[in-house]
Structures are given as C-alpha cells and as structure tokens.
C-alpha cells in the first residue's frame, strides 16, 4: 500500500485528494435536492400524488416494512416495581411500546423490592394483575432480578429475544449507588424516554398521608403520621389537642407533600384513548365511579363489567362529587388522573371525564347505553346509596330493567391501600426521604432533554 502511494505523481496524488472531498460533498447535495426540493425540479406528473407511480412505490415499500417487521418484530423491554400502579407508569409503558413492536415486561418480585428499596405497598400478584391489563403490555416475565446484571441481560438478548432495554430519564441506582441500567448502556441496546412529569409513587405516598390526617374515616390516632409528611404548621382547630407536638417529632424534619402538579393536555387524552366508537348495534355497558388509586379491585370490576356486553364505557366522577362522600383530602388522585388510569386499562373503551353522580335518562340515550353496572363491593359502604335518598343515583335504569350488579371477589378498595400505609410508617418515611433526595439532585444536575414519544 505505501508502494503504491509513493508510485503516484503529485497530480494524481492532488486528484484523489479532491474527489476523496468531492464525493460525499456531491452525494449530500444530491442527497439534499432530492429530499427537500425534488418537487421544485422534477416535472409536475412526477410529484408524488395519490394514483401516480409514486404512490405505488410508496406502497410497496410500506408493505415491505410490514412484512419485515412481522417476521422479525423490534421486541423491547422495560423492568419495574409498579407498585400503586398509576398513570405515570401506564405513560412509561404506552412511550416504551412505541420503541418497537413488542413491549415486554419485566416485574421485580417482592423479595427483590424489600432487599433494594424496602416493604411495596402492593403485592406480587397484584402488581401483575395491574401490568397485564395496561393496554400497551404483550408480555410479563416474573422473578427478573432488580440489578440488570450482564449474565441477564444475555438472558434478555437470547432467551427473550430482546432488542432494547427501556426506561426513563429518572434515576434508577443500586443499593451500591450504581446505575443500574450501566451494562446495557455499554452495549448499546438501551433506550431513554422521558418520565411523566408531575407524579410519582413518592409524591402519591404522601398525599395518602396528608389524607389521613383529616379525614374522619381513617383511625383518628394516625394524625401524627400525616402531620410529619406536611409543609405548614398544625391546624388551629387542633392546636389545643395537639399541643405538645413539636416540628420535629421524634428528631424527623417536616417532609414536604406534593399536591396534585399534572396539568393535562390534550394530546396526553388522545395518547391513552383507543379513539374508536362502537359499532351500530353494539352493547353498551356504562360503569361509573371515583376510581382513585387505580388498584386491583377495579380492574376486577371493569373485567367483569365488559363481559357484560361488546363496548365498555366509563364514568369517571368529578373531585368534588368525590370529597362530598368521602371527606377531606380525597380523591388522593385528581379527575384527569384518574381517569388518565381508567383509559389505561385493557377492558375500556370509553371515558366520560366528570361524569355526572347521577344517572339521568338524557344520560342513557346520548350514549345509547343498554346496561348499567356496579360491583358489590362499595368504597363508602352504602352501594352507590346517596346519603338522602338510598336508591337516587340509579333509580331511572332499575326502572328501565337495566340496572345490573356484578359480584366482587376482589375486596380491595382505596381505603386499603391508605391503611398498608399506614401500617408501614418508618419504611415509607425513609423510602421517601431517600428517593425524594436522590431525585432532586438528578433534576438539579443530570436532568437532559428527552422527547417524548
């Protein structure tokens, strides 16, 4: 090769040094007219247009693209706890499908979870029953291990034929304080997307404490517990009983609780909508509740719900018609994020957002509804009894014949999850201390620009 060289005169010499700079100089201007001004030079038959030779090509290779990927779809993976499953995580889940064409789900066991972050509110098999029904969901492996450790993922890559590891742009560190996503970095099959801003399990924890506090239907000798997750000072209406207590009780700082941040948008609704209407004939199924903190119980009723007919469509009540049965503090989630969860799931087709508390006639016909539905198992006690008048809230379908209640075998209901909470104080204190600490020095620092998908 240095033979060769030293044989060249100095114009050739001078020739391959021009044409080693001319060429890919040519192949991008050629590259730039023909992908951005083609249509300002070629002849107007030429244009791309819908029955022209353009359109055809086009088509071939969309069908080419299809067939490939439905030999060889892009399978994409993304682990997690999912504990106190929300619409933060269905958001993750919905984006990492987008990565690629199967979307498998990895779900860190119990014993994983307490090694690495302490006790989670939720069960194994309940945060399965919530992952499998997110819509975006195709597979879930059981038992990964929470440190993506090279010997698994060449279990990932091999066994599972997984192309990319999936996760957000929040920090996620082992008990060591290393990434945990490290390894798949250094392979080059990781990819990032952007957290959904304005939520986190930390920040839920929090509001369920503050709720506690001054909500009749929680044991009044919690107070305390909630007190020290609050920014302000005690209330003056309790001032006197409390009068003993200080800021820092037991040497713990105020921890601060985060009120609902999530603005939404409108192309967050289409995101999560399926955006497909009944077909004519078909079976309306209506269902209506607070649907707060998204949990198994719920995802057992709407199950049930939509085996009742072809098209399932819920109702999702206002926050105030919520606080007004409930009491002080709830709903823990705000009307957009609740039903933001509900659109999550796999059983729905259909939200109304703020529907009314009582089912009118004029309800029934505008949404051409054929049966009304509720589980058996009430978050107030009283089977979608108002206070005043027992049977008001469906009174019109029993008198039309459509009113049906479905037997719950689940008996989950929000206020169980508040008291695991509750029963758990010290571990979700300083679970929280530590993931709110660490999450502010991310934002503060590390934070990058992530477009989401």
């Keep these: 090769m240095v033979d060769w060289y030293h044989s060249l005169s100095q114009r050739q010499v001078l ?3 021009v044409a080693a700079v001319a060429v890919p100089l040519a192949g991008s201007a050629l590259w730039w007219v023909s992908e951005q001004s083609l249509n300002r030079f070629a002849p107007y038959q030429y244009h791309y247009r819908p029955g022209t030779i353009t359109e055809y090509l086009s088509q071939l290779l969309s069908k080419h693209a299809k067939r490939r990927r ?3 779809p892009l399978r994409v993976y ?3 706890c999912f ?4 619409y933060g995580h269905a958001n993750a889940l919905r984006q990492a499908k987008n990565c690629g064409d199967v979307l498998v789900v990895g779900l860190i066991p119990d014993s994983e979870i307490l090694r690495c972050k302490g006790p989670p509110v939720c069960n194994e098999q309940e945060r399965k029953l919530q992952v499998e029904t997110v819509k975006w969901v195709d597979e879930v492996i059981t038992g990964v291990p929470y440190d993506l450790t090279p010997d698994f993922l060449e279990t990932l890559f091999t066994k599972h034929r997984i192309d990319y590891v999936i996760h957000g742009d929040d920090p996620c560190y082992l008990p060591d304080g290393t990434d945990a996503y490290e390894h798949a ?3 080059g099959r990781f990819r990032m997307i952007k957290r959904t801003e304005g939520v986190s399990s930390t920040d839920i924890v929090g509001r369920m404490l503050m709720c506690t506090r001054d909500n009749a239907r929680f044991r009044e000798e919690r107070r305390q517990l909630a007190k020290s997750f609050s920014r302000g000072s005690v209330d003056p209406a309790r001032s006197s009983a409390d009068a003993g ?14 009120i609902s941040r999530f603005m939404p948008t409108s192309r967050r609704i289409v995101q999560f909508s399926s955006g497909q209407a009944a077909r004519p004939g078909a079976k309306i199924v209506y269902v209506d509740g607070a649907f707060d903190l998204f949990h198994v119980g719920h995802i057992e009723a709407l ?3 939509k085996q009742q007919g072809d098209f399932l469509l819920v109702g999702v009540h206002t926050d105030e018609d919520v606080q007004e049965r409930r009491g002080p503090h709830l709903p823990i989630m705000d009307l957009h994020e609740r039903s933001l969860s509900v659109l999550a799931c796999k059983y729905v087709d259909e939200v109304i957002i703020g529907a009314p508390l009582e089912i009118s006639d004029d ?5 051409n509804i054929s049966l009304v539905v509720r589980g058996s198992v009430s978050e107030t006690g009283r089977d979608g009894s108002d206070a005043n008048n027992p049977s008001s809230r469906y009174s019109i379908c029993q008198q039309k014949k459509m009113f049906r209640t479905i037997q719950s075998d689940c008996k989950t209901t929000t206020a169980t999850i508040i008291h695991r909470i509750l029963e758990n104080r010290a571990s979700y204190e300083a679970r929280n201390a530590k993931k709110g600490k660490s999450e502010q020095e991310y934002y503060a620092s590390k934070k990058q620009y992530i477009a989401e998908s």
């Design 15 to 17: 020739w391959w040094s």
């Design 70 to 72: 439905r030999n060889a």
């Design 78 to 80: 993304m682990d997690g």
């Design 83 to 86: 504990d106190m499953m929300h």
């Design 185 to 187: 970095k250094k392979m």
């Design 245 to 258: 207590d200080s800021s820092q009780e037991h040497g713990r700082q105020h921890q601060p609780v985060t």
């Design 303 to 305: 199950r049930k719900a």
């Design 363 to 367: 309800l029934l016909t505008t949404f």
